[in-house]
């Protein structure tokens, strides 16, 4: 009964949150609306035991990408209202609309699974955290390192990408502009 | 309580991850000379890269085809062998286009270069798992590096390509990731093989929702393979990015993308999933058809080729409609010869590359620029001749053959009407490239200097351009050992 | 010289490569030296050729894509020897008459290239070989047209590229259902047209195969309704560009028909003898009409060249000894006689750059050395006896009557309408008085050109007065190809259709 | 005796050979003397054939194989019989006289060698034609006097009419040509060769509706060359050539190859009675139809080449009937009273300075009466008086006719007989005698070469004598023809031939009595008869009007409305189709990243739209 | 009850929402709000298929879909950065100077 409680409350308001964010003019509102619907997510994860990613969810959303966000806010400038015009505005809810439909119709059929094994079960007595960090550095550890390079690689992007020496380009620069500069 | 944890070293088969190692080694190795010393000439990078690669290679080719690894992570099969190989060889040839003699931004970076290896490394996982999770993780780091790659060429159009890029293939691995959830959902697992068995143990009782799974996939997917309607990213971001880079990303991630969408189309495939086989026939022949007539209205010859490779993309994505060893082989030799047939041109292109605008103020490479070439620059015209007959697949050169053998396993597995349709489309394609051929050889020069087209020459493209250009001319000696290699290779992986 | 075919193939492609070292000056001695030689070596081939003989001789096989059944497969038989010759042959001869000046070098180049095309494609036994040298003449021919040709020469040259390519992609699905097909029945996979030659299908195979051969073979004829690019082509090309085209690239068509789909599918070439004769008959009546509409020199001789074409179409779905002959000799006949018609043209638009009829007239007197060749070769065009055309185009319609009267006699109409618009172009421009003050002075020909028209002359009556050399051959191999299709049909029809004269004169 | 045959064959080629080598050059009488002489050797040697084959022994050849392939065997074979050897005589006479009267007629030509080298390969086409063995050799050379004529009509090809009587004469004999060409393919399929003995020899083995398709196709053919209606309009064009050629070529030989045909083919013939008729008849209509066009014709030559036209029916009639000898024998004596008459004709021309309107001429007997004597031997010879040629064979035509019991025929011929009297007399008259109307016109005529005249000489003897040799001809030639005695009792017979005599000689008495008063009156000019006789029938004029204009303007629309509106343009919409198909596509890709991401849903969507409504079974 | 098809039909309309912002939105940066939206839709998923199942691998795909977002995110904040640098505006109508 809690759980159905919990369910439906945490589904509306993340709905609701979504929707603000997709929908807001003012760029501030809308970043508070995600950081509030990541929040109600991470509200399912502890629902569904899933303690771990719970953790996860909050910290690296609400912490590290709202506070990137919120500081590419300040950057761009975007507190005031975003100027949008959207054309054929009933293209996006018909597109979006008939792909939740769809969605919703396949989904909703209960999925038959008389032959499915799980492979990492959740054990009894096995707190999740730690049941996550056995396989995490067993089957997953590759994936994991990988992800470690993929998290460098957006590191140096980010670091590159807005880095001083974008802000002259070479590529535009005709060769002859580097000898005078050389010559200088 | 939880059992403590053995794990024997051998049971990790920690070979199967040495090539990806090497390049992330070498990735970070050169990350690290940068800290060492500031300002080194990109020559070292190149020089470095293309000897890690080469590392690199020798690993791939010394692993043992059909081990798993690392907790059956890892999967070396024939298909990622030969794809790493695809990718690791356009790696090396690409990588030297860098030594231009103007200089280019992004290669004022010694991260250009590391971001590259882990982009390879990146592709390497993809092709080289069948588990969902590593290929998504690999899919997205060699992206997220692609994506900066193309910006570092630093003006406006890179940029703006770079995030088009970026935007949409946000998008896609949405899609990805839902489709990974409902094959999750259906089969509780997200290795392919498992997935493959618990389907066929529920006589695929839950066809409908895989076919939902399936539908995100081939989104997905269809985004890196530049299928229509996912197509849309790639002209722009080809014409955004430098011709050499441009013609890097008409390989390569395509590539990982096959060997990808061979594993998860593959299985259901071969369990005659007819849905799947209908909608992909449907998706290759509109592939194959629109972007051959968009290709036929370009202007520019980036453009085109852009444009052209999505056709070919479609082509190919053909054979994994047809699913025979043969057609999966097809592919394959496809691909190789697509390598290096499309480099050259691309190279071509980069080659001839200003800086200014003097012929188009948007485009670089517009035909007019390659008018009269013929007199001009009699080698270049030929080459890149070569190159364009190749690719509209006129015998002998190198793509004829790829052709050949895609539509021989259309035939073979009785899609003679996709044989024909094939055959259709390279007529029509025939038109653009043709259109090149008839500005280089048959104009009057618009612009009389020698050095129009050799702006960016320098000793090592050449060198790639003739190599490519031998390869294309004498393709058919080469076809034979290859289809032999490919056969066993794709043969020993199952396909 | 056991790989005489391969050196024959081979070696104008390397002197063309070699050919980019070479002076400018000295080009075009070096073209003539290497065709000539060329020209030399397919001599020594016939020199060397056993004529009783009917199957393929210097044959060579190397394999190249073995585990796909593609090798490298060279052969020559009656039917192809002698247009190989041919090949070689104007080559040699458009070379001689060669008047260009502005790249020479390139074209020369080109030529040589396109000469390794066309033997190569008269050669091959190898069915992905021949398809290769046929898409491969595609390309010089497009630079020839395109770079020195008139106008509208780029629309023209990409027209006859794309339409060719085209027709020939559905041909080479064609081959590939074949290679299927034969794999299916040997387990073994094979382009090898011989090996293709013994497989017997069942009809309903054979029908669509023959579709998709034949499209693309019909494309390159180029029989009616797919004739279009023609009168493009030719009308655009230059000199050396038409003479090739007409003499030799056209005749790629129907020798691949005698070589493909008839002994392939002799059952649903059967079938299909009466579409392809009307087509044929539309082909003949209907271009020599638009020929004799035409203002341009040119285009009556590109129009009659469809003309003629049809004439040989039908003589090849004579399906008899007689006509099949005839439609090959008519093949070398037509090489002759419309490369010299289109030298002949080329000579008057050298000195006049144009080649309107109306500009014209009278020319008998001011250039009658030209006017006497001329008329040879459009009397040779309109098929008199004791020349070479004579000989090609009554075997073809001889054979042909064999399958029907009426048909025959509609074909036969290209004589009348043949002789109506080439004795109009004639008279057009050869007689009458020289009304046009610019063509008073016009230089008759001069030397290169005699030599080379010449010797077309020469060629021409001596095949028409003497064929026996060059018919002894193609009759041996024919007449063995048409018993072998009779041997191979399947349907009782068929085998009643086609038959061979040797089992008929066997059984007297 | 071979090397006679082949001397007889090919000494015109050398001659024409060598002539040819001169082309270009200006006049060298040199080469008319060659070829005179050669001509003269080639005479000769057919002599001597003659002699030969007259004791029933024919010579046969095989110089070498032509054509080989399939079951079609051609080979240069020659075959000299009594049919041949007369034909090679008439030939090689009357083609020396040609020669060397032409060597005078074309003194002033410029292009005099050009002249005598077609003139002797037209005598090698002939040649050709005549001595063949079998059908294909025969189309050789009913091919090559075709290009032969086509060359000497518009020999002076700077002439418009000239050149376009030349391609008319060339492409309607085409069209009877591909007749022929059918009936050899009927022959070869039907006989399995084309040599005439091995055809001949099997002929009762063929049904019959096959030898009556044969025989017509190949009838067709000889309708051609033998300018035989409705295909006779070239031959009165054909005069536009100079005058020796059209008394060689439109008079003596070439037009004779038709009728050479139905004799040499008597076997084939004389098997469909039905064919035969029809050549008969149609023979007889041309004979009349032709007569009555030259009766108001005022062209000195048309009226001639009328008179040929007229008596090749006569041939044909001859033919027809059966009686194949009759025919052959009149070809042979047509040709000498008829090439005389023609040479007379390019005397008075000369004279004339080309003009040819009869009625500028008379009174010309005053200052050439040489020609004068030579054209009324012709001429009277042409109206079968006794005791000249013409009367030996043409009264044997309306005997066989008669005997026939084609009675109509004969009644044809008869009246036709009666014509050709008039208008020979009424040519006669007008041009050598009565008044003198040149002089309005200024012309000051003068007779010919002696050379010529003497040239002309064995003609006249010929066209006197050459009726009392019948009866050696019969005896020659009845190893190779049927030679059937006709039914007719001997009253009959005299009647016959008084009654002929009577309408020919009231001909000539007509026309003498008529023109030396003046003629007829300008009213008969008026009349609609006069005007359709005048204009052809209007034959000309049809076929100009409902033939080839249509055929221009049906080219004209196939071109430029079918070729380049409907079958071109077909396949250029293709090609602009794809083509703007590909401008029209190119709205998805609108370079607006949210256009791109909502394509990328609609993908999506589609794609599961896909999965839950189309499901197929697995 | 809740059984897992609440979850997976709460996800999809999650998801759904995601693409309605990718649709409509043109500002780079509520872009790619909206793109985490889609990817949170699908880790509700995961989360919930691998709690049904009581298996730990949705979890693990999960956690590497949150580092994936994380890692995008950074990537795309540096990319919005030199485009605003250089145009002084996010709005996705500003780039289309590719296009056809």
Not at chain 1, 51 to 61: C, K, W
Not at chain 4, 240 to 267: D, K
Request: aromatic residues 14%.
């Amino acid at each position: 009964m809690f759980e159905a409680i919990a369910f439906y409350t945490f589904s509306a308001i993340t709905i609701v949150m979504f929707w603000i964010t997709v929908t807001s003019k003012n760029a501030l509102y809308a970043m508070s609306a995600l950081a509030a619907g990541m929040i109600m997510i991470s509200g399912f994860f502890f629902l569904l035991d899933a303690d771990f990613l719970g953790v996860v969810q909050i910290i690296v959303y609400t912490g590290a990408v709202m506070a990137l966000y919120a500081f590419g806010m300040m950057f761009f400038d975007t507190t005031r209202d975003v100027k949008e015009r959207v054309r054929a505005p009933k293209l996006v809810f018909l597109l979006s609309g008939m792909t939740a439909l769809v969605l919703v119709i396949a989904l909703v059929a209960p999925i038959l699974g008389d032959h499915i094994e799980a492979l990492y079960p959740m054990k009894e007595g096995i707190e999740n955290p730690q049941a996550v960090g056995v396989v995490l550095f067993t089957k997953y550890l590759v994936p994991f390192e990988v992800a470690a390079v993929m998290l460098l690689v957006a590191m140096i992007a980010g670091i590159v990408l807005a880095g001083k020496k974008m802000d002259e380009s070479l590529t535009l620069k005709v060769e002859d502009e580097f000898t005078q500069k050389g010559a200088q | 309580m939880l059992e403590p944890i053995s794990v024997s070293l051998e049971t990790l088969n920690l070979s199967t991850l040495a090539p990806m190692l090497v390049a992330i080694v070498g990735g970070l190795g050169i990350l690290v000379v940068d800290l060492i010393k500031k300002d080194l000439d990109k020559t070292l990078y190149v020089m470095l890269s293309i000897l890690v690669l080469f590392v690199d290679l020798g690993a791939v080719i010394g692993q043992q085809v059909g081990d798993r690894g690392f907790f059956d992570v890892m999967l070396i099969d024939g298909l990622a062998v030969i794809g790493q190989v695809v990718i690791l060889v356009a790696s090396m040839l690409f990588i030297p286009l860098a030594l231009t003699s103007k200089r280019f931004h992004e290669f004022s970076y010694p991260e250009f270069f590391a971001l590259f290896l882990f982009m390879v490394a990146g592709f390497q996982f993809m092709v080289a798992s069948d588990n969902l999770i590593l290929i998504f993780v690999g899919l997205e780091t060699a992206s997220l590096a692609l994506y900066t790659l193309i910006a570092l060429h630093n003006r406006d159009k890179a940029f703006e390509a770079a995030i088009k890029y970026f935007v949409m293939g946000a998008l896609a691995a949405g899609f990805y990731v839902m489709g990974s959830m409902i094959f999750y959902a259906v089969s509780g697992s997200v290795e392919l093989y498992k997935i493959a068995e618990v389907l066929k143990a529920d006589d695929y009782a839950n066809l409908p929702v895989l076919l939902i799974g399936v539908a995100f996939m081939i989104a997905a997917l269809g985004f890196k393979l530049s299928m229509v309607p996912f197509h849309t990213w790639t002209p722009d971001v080809y014409e955004g990015a430098s011709a050499s880079l441009a013609g890097y990303m008409s390989v390569v991630p395509k590539i990982a993308g096959f060997v990808v969408a061979m594993r998860i189309f593959g299985f259901l495939i071969q369990a005659d999933v007819v849905w799947l086989r209908d909608v992909l026939y449907a998706a290759v022949v509109i592939t194959m058809t629109l972007a051959n007539i968009m290709a036929l209205v370009q202007h520019d010859v980036k453009r085109m080729l852009a444009f052209s490779s999505i056709s070919h993309a479609g082509f190919v994505m053909a054979a994994i409609m047809i699913g025979t060893t043969q057609a999966n082989s097809a592919l394959f030799l496809y691909w190789i010869l697509f390598l290096f047939t499309n480099l050259g041109a691309f190279a071509m292109l980069w080659v001839s590359r200003h800086k200014a605008s003097i012929w188009h103020e948007r485009y670089d490479h517009p035909y007019e620029k390659f008018s009269g070439m013929i007199s001009i620059m009699p080698v270049g015209a030929v080459i890149m001749a070569l190159f364009m007959l190749s690719l509209a697949g006129v015998p002998p050169f190198s793509l004829f053959w790829g052709k050949l053998y895609v539509m021989s396993a259309a035939v073979n597995a009785d899609y003679i009407g996709l044989a024909i349709i094939m055959a259709i489309n390279s007529a029509i394609s025939a038109y653009y490239y043709l259109k090149l051929i008839v500005y280089m050889f048959l104009r009057a020069p618009e612009q009389n200097d020698g050095t129009v087209y050799v702006q960016n020459a320098s000793k090592p493209l050449q060198t790639i351009i003739g190599f490519s250009a031998f390869l294309t001319v004498f393709a058919v000696f080469a076809v034979e050992p290859m289809l032999q290699i490919i056969t066993a290779y794709v043969q020993a992986s199952g396909f | 010289m056991d790989h005489i075919l391969s050196v024959l193939v081979f070696f104008p492609a390397i002197a063309g490569l070699l050919g980019f070292v070479v002076s400018k000056e000295s080009i075009r001695a070096y073209g003539l030296s290497v065709a000539a030689i060329e020209f030399l070596l397919s001599l020594w081939l016939w020199f060397n050729f056993d004529g009783s003989y009917p199957g393929f001789q210097f044959v060579e096989v190397a394999p190249l894509i073995p585990s796909f059944g593609i090798n490298w497969y060279l052969g020559v038989d009656g039917i192809s020897l002698f247009i190989v010759i041919l090949s070689t042959f104007i080559t040699l001869v458009g070379l001689i008459a060669l008047s260009i000046e502005k790249d020479l070098k390139n074209m020369i180049i080109s030529l040589l290239f396109l000469e390794m095309t066309m033997v190569g494609v008269f050669l091959s036994l190898d069915a992905i070989i021949f398809y290769i040298f046929w898409e491969l003449s595609l390309v010089p021919m497009l630079y020839i047209i395109g770079a020195w040709g008139g106008n509208l020469r780029v629309y023209a040259a990409v027209k006859f590229f794309l339409y060719t390519f085209a027709g020939s992609l559905i041909m080479l699905v064609g081959m590939l259902v074949m290679a299927y097909l034969y794999h299916e029945a040997t387990g073994v996979w094979s382009f090898s047209i011989t090996e293709w030659h013994r497989l017997i299908l069942p009809e309903g195979y054979q029908y669509w195969l023959f579709l998709a051969f034949f499209i693309g073979l019909a494309i390159k004829v180029p029989m009616f309704p797919f004739h279009t690019w023609l009168p493009y082509a030719h009308g655009q090309a230059p000199t050396i560009g038409s003479v090739i085209l007409a003499a030799v690239l056209l005749k790629m068509g129907t020798y691949g028909m005698v070589r493909l789909p008839l002994p392939m599918f002799p059952d649903a070439a059967v079938h299909m003898i009466m579409p392809v004769a009307v087509l044929s008959l539309i082909m003949i009546i209907y271009t020599a009409m638009v020929a004799y509409a035409q203002e341009d020199m040119k285009q009556v001789i590109a129009y009659s060249s469809i003309s003629h074409m049809g004439v040989i179409v039908l003589g090849t779905f004579a399906m008899n000894p007689e006509g099949i002959a005839g439609s090959i000799y008519l093949m070398l006949g037509h090489g002759v006689v419309s490369g010299a018609l289109f030298m002949l043209v080329g000579v008057i638009y050298d000195r006049r750059h144009t080649k309107l009829m109306s500009e014209f007239g009278g020319l008998a007197h001011v250039m009658p050395r030209y006017a006497t060749i001329m008329g040879i070769m459009v009397m040779a065009s309109v098929g008199l006896p004791l020349t070479v055309n004579f000989v090609g185009e009554f075997l073809s319609l001889a054979g042909f009557y064999q399958i029907s009267h009426t048909m025959t006699i509609l074909a036969g109409t290209s004589i009348i309408l043949g002789a109506v618009y080439m004795l109009t172009l004639f008279k057009k421009s050869f007689f009458g008085e020289v009304t046009n003050e610019a063509n008073k002075s016009l230089k008759d020909l001069d030397g290169k050109e005699s030599m080379a028209l010449w010797t077309l002359v020469f060629v021409t009556v001596w095949l028409g007065v003497y064929p026996k050399p060059v018919l002894g051959p193609i009759n041996t191999s024919v007449e063995s190809l048409v018993s072998f299709m009779h041997k191979k049909a399947i349907t009782k029809e068929a085998k009643e259709t086609i038959r061979p004269t040797v089992i008929e004169r066997e059984a007297k | 005796m071979e090397t006679y045959l082949y001397i007889a064959l090919f000494a015109p080629l050398v001659g024409s050979l060598f002539a040819s080598l001169f082309a270009d050059k200006p006049k060298t009488i040199i080469t008319g003397l060659a070829t005179s002489a050669l001509l003269f050797v080639s005479w000769v040697s057919s002599v001597v054939l003659l002699l030969h084959v007259a004791h029933g022994e024919a010579v046969h050849v095989k110089m070498m194989d032509w054509i080989q392939a399939g079951g079609l065997s051609i080979p240069f074979g020659f075959n000299v019989d009594a049919v041949t050897a007369t034909m090679m005589f008439v030939v090689t006479t009357v083609s020396t006289v040609v020669h060397v009267y032409s060597m005078g007629y074309m003194d002033h030509d410029k292009s005099f060698n050009r002249f005598f080298a077609w003139l002797s390969a037209f005598v090698f086409s002939m040649m050709v034609l005549v001595m063949s063995d079998n059908f294909a050799g025969l189309f050789i050379g009913w091919e090559g006097v075709g290009l032969c004529s086509w060359a000497l009509i518009g020999f002076w090809y700077h002439k418009e009419s000239a050149s376009w009587a030349a391609n008319e004469a060339f492409i309607m004999n085409r069209i009877a040509d591909l007749g022929m060409l059918i009936g050899i393919f009927l022959v070869y399929w039907n006989f399995g060769t084309l040599q005439y003995d091995a055809v001949f020899a099997q002929v009762d083995k063929v049904d019959a509706g096959i030898l009556m398709m044969t025989t017509a196709f190949l009838f067709i053919g000889a309708m051609g060359k033998s300018a035989q209606f409705p295909l006779h309009t070239w031959l009165a064009d054909a005069m536009e050539g100079p005058t020796p050629v059209s008394a060689l070529i439109h008079a003596a030989t070439m037009v004779t190859a038709g009728v050479y045909l139905v004799i040499r083919a008597n076997p084939l013939y004389s098997e469909v009675p039905e064919v035969s008729l029809f050549v008969a008849s149609l023979g007889a209509f041309v004979a009349m139809f032709a007569a009555s066009m030259a009766l108001v014709n005022r062209d000195l030559k048309r009226i001639i080449a009328y008179s040929t036209l007229s008596q090749l029916g006569y041939m044909f009639v001859a033919a027809g009937v059966g009686a194949y000898w009759v025919a052959l024998f009149h070809l042979m004596t047509h040709a000498f009273f008829k090439a005389l008459l023609f040479l007379g004709a390019g005397n008075v021309m000369h004279a004339m300075d080309d003009e040819l309107d009869i009625f500028k001429m008379g009174g010309l007997g005053k200052t050439m009466q040489a020609t004068m004597i030579l054209m009324t031997v012709a001429s009277v010879a042409l109206a079968g008086i006794y005791p000249l040629a013409g009367f030996f064979s043409k009264d044997k035509i309306l005997e066989a006719a008669f005997a026939g019991h084609h009675y109509i025929l004969w009644a044809v011929l008869w009246i036709t007989a009666g014509l050709t009297a008039f208008y020979s007399f009424r040519l006669v008259m007008l041009v050598f005698f009565g008044e003198e109307r040149y002089k309005i016109f200024g012309y000051h005529p003068h007779e010919a070469y002696k050379f010529m005249l003497w040239a002309m000489s064995p003609l006249a003897v010929l066209a006197v004598i050459a009726g009392f040799f019948e009866h050696d001809f019969v005896h020659m030639v009845k190893a190779v023809l049927p030679v059937e005695e006709f039914h007719v009792s001997t009253g009959t017979f005299w009647f016959l031939i008084i009654v002929t005599q009577a309408v020919a000689l009231g001909g000539i008495a007509f026309a003498v009595w008529k023109y030396s008063k003046g003629g007829f009156s300008e009213k008969w000019r008026e009349t609609f008869v006069y005007k359709l006789l005048f204009n052809q029938y209007y034959i000309p004029k049809i076929y100009d009007e409902y033939i080839c204009k249509p055929y221009a303007e049906l080219s004209k629309i196939a071109w430029k409305e079918l070729d380049v509106r409907v079958v071109d343009a077909t396949v250029d919409f293709i090609a602009t189709t794809i083509y703007k198909s590909g401008m029209v596509s190119r709205v998805v890709q609108s370079g607006n990243l949210s256009n791109m991401l909502r394509w990328m849903g609609a993908g999506l969507l589609i794609l599961l739209l896909a999965a839950i409504l189309y499901s197929p079974v697995r | 009850m809740i059984t897992l098809s609440h979850y997976l039909v709460l996800s999809a309309v999650l998801f759904a929402i995601g693409l309605v912002g990718v649709y409509r939105r043109k500002n780079l940066l509520m872009l790619l709000f909206s793109t985490e939206i889609l990817l949170n839709a699908a880790n509700v998923g995961f989360a919930a298929i691998s709690k049904f199942y009581g298996d730990l691998t949705g979890q693990m795909f999960a956690f590497f879909i949150v580092a994936v977002a994380a890692s995008e995110v950074a990537v795309g904040l540096g990319l919005m950065i030199v485009w605003y640098k250089r145009r002084g505006t996010l709005d996705i109508d500003s780039m289309q100077s590719m296009h056809g």
